[in-house]
T-cell receptor
């Protein structure tokens, strides 16, 4: 059974710092992995999607890496800003062999960027 | 292009009542997913509809049900509401069932008193 874990559960850093959020999964047979952002009481915004054949994806100040063999993904945020404060969720889509194509979610990391 | 929309934004019900939540997918999307996000918990998968059919459901009791209409919009019904049903209910849509990216709506905040 696939399980997704995000550590730490919460993180508070000063503005301008570079930071890394971690996501680990127990079954390496994934189709892709996706990072989302959720602002308080709001829906989810997709940040980056990494296919299982890819090692990383970049969008602006965000860089996500994927290491299937070790069951890990990291989300790197460069030059953090107060507007980056949100909860960051990672979700793994099971292998294409699974006809349900469901996302398995981590519990999220709550990020606070202090001005 | 309009994103996924959900209504109402907030819903307050009392225990034992029924709640109906609605979702309109992005134009051209045929799959709709429902998730529950209770306070302090991660997202829990509720239901998945594609082409009008229920394709999968999560580990929730039968009083959670829904349907998908011919225009691919969807409705989630929760009967015999319990206090622990209080949560943010998120709807997502995708182009189809084959591992397409899911796009999320803003959610409906259901409060059961």
């Amino acid at each position: 059974k696939q399980e997704v874990t995000q550590i730490p559960a919460a993180l508070s850093v000063p503005e301008g710092e570079n930071l890394v959020l971690n996501c680990s999964f127990t079954d390496s047979a994934i189709y892709n992995l996706q990072w989302f952002r959720q602002d308080p009481g709001k829906g989810l915004t997709s940040l980056l999607l990494i296919q299982s054949s890819q090692r990383e994806q970049t969008s602006g100040r965000l860089n996500a890496s994927l290491d299937k063999s070790s069951g890990r993904s990291t989300l790197y945020i460069a030059a953090s800003q107060p507007g980056d404060s949100a909860t960051y969720l990672c979700a793994v889509r099971r292998s294409s062999q699974d006809s349900n194509y469901q996302l398995i979610w981590g519990a999220g990391t709550k990020l606070i960027i202090k001005p | 292009e309009a994103g996924v929309t959900q209504s109402p934004t907030h819903l307050i019900k009392t225990r034992g009542q029924q709640a109906t939540l609605r979702c309109s997918p992005i134009s051209g999307h045929t799959s709709v997913y429902w998730y529950q996000q209770a306070l302090g918990l991660g997202l829990q998968f509720l239901l998945w509809y594609d082409e009008g059919e229920e394709r999968n459901r999560g580990n929730f009791p039968p009083r959670f049900s829904g349907r998908q209409f011919p225009n691919y919009s969807s409705e989630l019904n929760v009967n015999a509401l319990e206090l622990e049903d209080s949560a943010l209910y998120l709807c997502a849509s995708s182009l189809g069932r084959f591992n397409y990216e899911q796009y999320f709506g803003p959610g409906t905040r259901l409060t059961v008193t």
